[in-house]
C-alpha cells in the first residue's frame, strides 16, 4: 500500500494546485496571459529537468531515494507561495519548485514498473489510486469553499498534502531487482530518439496534451465565468476523475480487446468531442457531465501511453523514456497548450479556448493512423522468411 498511498498523497494535492491555484491568482488580480506565463513555467522546465533525474535514477539504480529528495524540495519551494502574490515572486517561487516537483511522478511510475511481481497493467491499478487522491481533495476543497472558505486556501491545503507524500515517500523502498552491470549511454538515449514509431506518438500524445490546457487552468473560471456555483466545479473535477478511475480500472479488460494505438485514437477522438460540447455548453450542469469523457480522454490516454513505452523502450532505459515522455508531452505540449490557452481565454473566454482544443485534438487522431500503417506487418512472400517488422516483438503485439 506505500505506493498507493503515494499517489494518493501526491495527486490529492495536485487537485488543489490544478483546480483552484490559479482561480486564485486571478482573484489576486492575475490576468489570463499572467496564469498562461505562471503555469507554464512548470512544463517549460518538464522538457529537460526530468530527463536529468530519470538518468540518474537509471545510471544510479536508486529512483527511491531521489524520489525522497525531489518530494522535500518540491514541498518546501512550495510552501513559500504562502507568503506572497506579488506575481515577479510568484514566477520565482514556480521556477524553484518545477525543479523538484517536474521528476516525481517519472521517478513513482519506474519504481510501480519495477515491481517483479504483478503484470504491467496493474499499474493502472497502482495509479488509480492517485486519481482517488485527486477527486477527493477537489471535492472536497469545493465543499470547504462553499462552506465560507476563501481562495487563498488553496495554498495553505496544497502544501500541507505535500509535505504528507514527502512522509510517505520515506517509506517506499528501492525497487528489488538486478544490479546495473552497464549504466545506459547517452548514445542510446539518442538512438531511442530516432525511432520513427516513438516520434510519431510524442508527436501525437504532445498535441493531445496540449488540447488539455483549457481544462486545467480555465475549467474552474470558465464556470465562474458563465455565473456557475462553485459547486458545479467540484462536481466536474469529481465526475472527471471517478471516469478516469473507472477507466484505469477497466483498462485490463480494454487492452485484452483493442489495440494500444486504436485505444489512444479512441482517447484524442473523445477529447475532440468533449471540448467541442464544453465550449458550446452554458450551463453549470452541462459543463460539469460533459467531464465524464476524461475517462476516455486521460485515463485510458496515459495508461496507454505508459504500456505503449514499456513496449517501445529497452528496460535499462525505462526511467529515461518515461522522462522524455515527460519532457515532449508535459513539457513542451504543456507550454504550447498554456500560453495558446491564456491568449484564447483572454480574446474570447473559455469558449474560444475549448472550441480551438476540439481542433487540436482531431490532429493526433489522425496522425496515428500514420502509425498504424508503420505497424502492419509486410505481407509475406509465400514460403519466405518473416519480415524483420513482422518478427519484432513490438510489431507482433499491435498486429
Known sequence: MRLPLFYFLYYAAG????????????????????????????????????????????RSGRP???????????????SLLLFT?????????????????????????????????SQRSDYARIR?????????????????LEGGGSSPDAVVVAAVLMFAFVLASFRIPEAPGAPILQPPSLEEVVLLLRRPSLAIFLICTLLHWAALSPFHLFFAIHLRDQAA?????????????????????????????????????????????????????????????????????????????????????????RATGRALFAAVVFGIGGVLG???????????????????AAGIDLIPALLILLLFRARRPAPLEPGGPSSERGASPGYAAEA
Open 229 to 317: 456555483a462553485p459547486f458545479w466545479v467540484g462536481i466536474g473535477f469529481a465526475g472527471a476523475v471517478i471516469a478516469e478511475v473507472a477507466a484505469m480500472w477497466g483498462f485490463r479488460w480494454l487492452r485484452s480487446r483493442a489495440s494500444l494505438l486504436s485505444l489512444l485514437c479512441l482517447s484524442f477522438a473523445a477529447g475532440s468531442l468533449r471540448w467541442l460540447f464544453t465550449g458550446f455548453a452554458s450551463s453549470g450542469a452541462a459543463i460539469a457531465g460533459l467531464q465524464l469523457v476524461h475517462g476516455l480522454s486521460f485515463g485510458v490516454f496515459f495508461v496507454a501511453s505508459i504500456a505503449f513505452l514499456e513496449q517501445e523502450v529497452p528496460p535499462k532505459l
Open 15 to 58: 487537485g488543489i494546485t490544478v483546480g483552484y491555484l490559479w482561480p486564485h491568482f486571478k482573484s489576486s488580480g492575475f490576468s489570463g496571459a499572467q496564469i498562461a506565463t505562471a503555469s507554464s513555467i512548470q512544463p517549460l522546465l518538464t522538457i529537460a529537468i526530468p530527463l536529468c533525474w530519470g538518468y540518474l535514477a537509471d
Open 85 to 117: 502574490v506579488d506575481y515577479r515572486s510568484v514566477l520565482g517561487i514556480l521556477i524553484l519548485y518545477s525543479l523538484f516537483v517536474t521528476a516525481i511522478i517519472a521517478l513513482a511510475d519506474s519504481i510501480a514498473m519495477k515491481n517483479p511481481g
Open 64 to 78: 527511491a531515494s531521489l524520489l525522497r529528495i525531489a518530494s522535500l524540495g518540491a514541498a518546501l519551494s512550495f
Open 338 to 356: 498554456n500560453l495558446g490557452a491564456g491568449h484564447l481565454y483572454d480574446g474570447g473566454g473559455g469558449e474560444l479556448a475549448f472550441l480551438a
Open 128 to 144: 488509480l489510486w492517485g486519481s482517488v487522491g485527486f477527486m477527493a481533495s477537489t471535492w472536497g476543497f469545493s465543499a470547504w
